[in-house]
Structure formats: structure tokens, C-alpha cells
């Protein structure tokens, strides 16, 4: 059974960066597609960034440039690189395991303004 353990979040200043990791076990990390969503409070998970199992990645329009999603196979591993940050990204962060439908268990991020 896939497990995903999240890692990275905290408290930052607006216009400071954070790097999320995200460590999967299992035998189908590779070829997988992954992704990192959030949650504010009161509001609807949204999908910030997507990566593809051939690399390829999509961002959520508000991120794009500031965010960066990357992953590295040989480490079962995930990041999502946060530059720029707002207070408007704070939020619990969760990695999204697509082959396996498995979410990790959220870190958070809190930016300041």
C-alpha cells in the first residue's frame, strides 16, 4: 500500500520560499503521475501544480512562475519549490498520488504579510 509522507511547510514572510517534499513508498512512484494541492480554511482543495510521469508538468494560473514542481524517481520523491510566496498561499499542502489515489497527510504553510 502506497504511503505518502509530507515534509517542508511553515512560517514564512511574504516574498520568502519554502520547498515541499513529499516521500512515497511503493513500486509505482515512476510511472505515476503526481501532484500537490491545498486547502485554505473554509475553502474547496485546489490543485496548485501537476507532473507527469514523462515530466511534463501544469500549474493553477496563480502560481505559475513562482511555483515549481519536480520529482525524482531514484528517491520516490515529489517537491513543489514555493518562491515569491503570498499570505494568500497559506494553506495545509497535500501530495497526490495518482496511480495509487493516495493522499499524503497535508503540511502546513503559513505566509505573513
Known amino acids: 500500500q502506497v504511503q505518502l509522507v509530507e515534509s517542508g511547510g511553515g512560517l514564512v514572510q511574504a516574498g520568502g520560499s519554502l520547498r515541499l517534499s513529499c516521500a512515497a513508498s511503493?513500486?509505482?512512484?515512476?510511472?505515476?503521475?503526481l501532484g500537490w494541492s491545498r486547502q485554505a480554511p473554509g475553502k474547496q482543495r485546489e490543485l496548485v501544480a501537476l507532473?507527469?510521469?514523462?515530466?511534463?508538468?501544469s500549474y493553477k494560473d496563480s502560481v505559475k512562475g513562482r511555483f515549481t514542481i519536480s520529482r525524482d524517481n531514484a528517491k520516490n520523491t515529489v517537491y513543489l519549490q514555493m518562491n515569491s510566496l503570498k499570505p494568500e498561499d497559506t494553506a495545509v499542502y497535500y501530495c497526490?498520488?495518482?496511480?495509487?489515489?493516495?493522499w499524503g497527510q497535508g503540511t502546513q504553510v503559513t505566509v505573513s504579510s
Open positions: 507532473i507527469n510521469s514523462d515530466g511534463s508538468t
Open positions: 497526490y498520488h495518482y496511480a495509487a489515489r493516495r
Open positions: 511503493g513500486s509505482i512512484f515512476s510511472t505515476s503521475a
